[in-house]
């Protein structure tokens, strides 16, 4: 089946407790050393590791952190790219033409 959803090669750093949710896959971990954690999904640009003062980066394909060594406890791998503001912009603005677009409808037009 190859290796699991959050994974690191390091035998000084122990991955366990994975859990995905929508945008959001987190787990426990304990590093005694430096090393990397890896997601096992494809990089993209909007990924972040919480819990960690560390960003992600590409490696091998696949988005991956740098852990220092005493690094411990709940992180999580979050996906937000900065792109969906843009969409959420444009949502609101249809939303907002469209109320308009019904209210002017009904608004009683005087005759000169």
């Known amino acids: ?3 699991p959803l959050v994974f690191s090669s390091d035998l000084d750093i122990s991955v366990s407790n ?10 426990d971990l304990d590093a005694d ?3 990397w954690v890896v997601l096992n999904q494809n990089f993209t640009r909007g990924s972040s590791l919480s819990g960690a003062e560390t960003p992600v980066l590409e ?3 696949k988005s991956a952190a740098r852990l220092s ?17 843009c969409g959420l912009a444009f949502i609101c603005l249809g939303v907002l033409t469209a109320f308009a677009q019904l209210f002017l ?8």
Request: net charge positive.
């Open 1 to 3: 089946m190859g290796e």
């Open 69 to 85: 060594p005493g690094t411990c406890g709940n992180l999580a791998f979050k996906f937000f790219p900065k792109s969906i503001w």
């Open 105 to 112: 409808r009904y608004v009683p037009v005087k005759a000169r």
């Open 33 to 35: 050393d430096c090393g």
């Open 59 to 61: 490696l091998g394909k």
């Open 18 to 27: 994975i859990r995905f949710s929508p945008n959001k896959i987190a787990f």
